[in-house]
């Protein structure tokens, strides 16, 4: 069973010190938070469960995803060959299997029973306006197309029956959001807190409207997903979450949401959004709270892999000779190939910009040049790159409200930078360089120890 503490329990057989248990009150108000923020400072990523947390009756689990590793286990493979699956699953999706039921229903509290407010009320950072729910996948089906999305989104709470949500302009769910409202109708929407982190890395896979992410968690997992009917709303979800809120995303209303801090490290300050009303809670026996640490390496890392994933795919279509794909910061791509034609460098910056609308810095190099290593892509841009002749500036386009850079919501420009060889590789000054076979039989760690005898 493909569920959170299933993959916990992996967890602990794989890598007992990767799993701590806190037993002491903590408080949801910015203790819990900071005390994963203290740990990261120390490089220290252990996922940590907060048995007693003040205000509530539910654990809080927290800092899932925090490594590469772990998110390997979760989709049993290497580190290394995490990108790889990532994309295997978005080339062969597995469509999802209808059940009856399953273990996110054993409990039902009604629209007469649910209460928000005994939930665990975590503010995440100081200047934050009110707890809110980070952790929660939010499922919609178009009504026009039947097809399924699914997304993470936060949710501010308001009181025990409302949140108000954060909708990104011109993402799918908002364009979901926006058919329903100029019917003046709401948007049913299933929230599924705490699942399996395939599950949640297919959650994210970015995609376009025909694309149907349950079909990703499935590739991903290497089966169906199992999906069973809501109680009280038109949607199926998958049956392996901790909690379920059941809920409608109201037309033609708004109320204030924010300042949050979100994962730029930034708080973003306060704007009008879409209003959420619970119909019903569902919940598994014992369950666990699920909150992503906003900022954190459980945050940054859970979303990386799938842009990663989903931008190789998109330029793989428009750039064959793509070699690897890297996100190592907020809105920023650095991707290498092999530099073939004229002209392939820039196409590969405006598939990029095409494939997400986040994306707003794009390096490309060449294939001699290592993209996890920050130092030589920057090397490549400092000794390849021309500006007059190398860089694409890009205007008045769409990007995300999540920048703080933007004057105007979501409103950016865009750069390109070409930094490989001009013009080509092969064509190039040659690099200052060794013979291999004298870096192979020279061994300096054996003549430094020699040295200090």
């Known amino acids: 069973m493909f569920d959170l503490q299933s993959y916990l329990k992996l967890v602990k057989e794989a890598s007992p010190e990767d799993l701590v248990y806190i037993d002491v009150p903590i408080d949801p108000y910015l203790e819990l938070s900071a005390f994963v923020a203290k740990?990261?400072?120390?490089?220290?990523?252990p996922v940590i469960v907060f048995r007693r947390v003040k205000g509530t009756d539910y654990p809080v689990v927290t800092n899932v995803t925090a490594t590469r590793k772990r998110l390997a286990l979760a989709l049993g493979v290497t580190p290394e060959k995490l990108l790889e699956r990532y994309v295997e699953a978005i080339i062969h999706p597995l469509e999802p299997v209808i059940v009856e039921t399953g273990p996110v229903f054993h409990e039902i509290f009604s629209e007469e029973s649910v209460d928000l407010l005994q939930l665990p009320q975590i503010t995440h950072h100081m200047g934050d306006c009110a707890p809110y729910f980070t952790g929660g996948i939010v499922f919609c089906k178009d009504h026009d197309t039947g097809k399924y999305n699914a997304s993470f989104n936060r949710l501010m709470i308001k009181d025990r029956r409302h949140a108000v949500i954060h909708l990104t302009p011109h993402k799918h769910l908002w364009h979901s959001y926006i058919k329903m409202e100029k019917k003046g109708k709401p948007l049913e929407v299933a929230i599924l807190i705490g699942v399996h982190p395939a599950l949640a890395l297919g959650a994210l896979y970015i995609g376009g409207m025909e694309d149907d992410e349950l079909g990703v968690m499935g590739g991903l997992i290497g089966e169906p997903v199992p999906v069973a009917p809501c109680k009280t709303i038109d949607l199926k979800v998958p049956i392996w979450g901790e909690i379920l809120l059941e809920?409608?995303?109201?037309p033609n209303q708004r109320a204030e949401e924010g300042p949050f801090g979100e994962f730029t490290g930034y708080a973003i300050g306060k704007r009008l959004r879409e209003m959420v009303e619970i119909k019903a809670l569902c919940q598994r026996e014992r369950p666990?709270?699920?909150d992503i640490s906003v900022g954190q390496w459980d945050h940054l890392i859970l979303s990386t892999l799938p842009m990663e994933a989903s931008l190789f795919v998109h330029l793989k279509n428009a750039v064959p000779t793509l070699k690897a794909v890297r996100i190592p910061a907020p809105f920023t791509a650095f991707i290498s190939l092999?530099?073939?034609?004229?002209?392939?460098a820039n196409s590969a910056i405006i598939a990029a910009f095409n494939a997400d609308m986040y994306m707003k810095n794009v390096i490309v190099v060449d294939e001699d040049i290592d993209i996890y290593d920050t130092s030589r892509v920057l090397w490549a841009v400092a000794t390849r790159c021309q500006p007059m002749r190398d860089v694409v500036i890009l205007p008045n386009m769409r990007g995300s409200d999540l920048d703080p850079s933007c004057v105007t919501d979501g409103f950016t420009s865009k750069i390109g930078i070409d930094a490989t060889a001009n013009p080509s590789?092969?064509?190039?000054?040659?690099?200052s360089t060794f013979p291999r076979e004298l870096m192979d039989r020279l061994k300096p760690e054996e003549?430094?120890?020699e040295g200090r005898n």
Do not use: D
């Open 247 to 250: 809920a409608e995303i109201l």
């Open 39 to 45: 740990l990261a400072a120390q490089n220290k990523r």
């Open 288 to 290: 666990l709270f699920y």
């Open 338 to 344: 092999e530099n073939v034609t004229p002209g392939i």
């Open 425 to 431: 590789l092969r064509e190039c000054p040659s690099l």
């Open 447 to 449: 003549l430094l120890t």
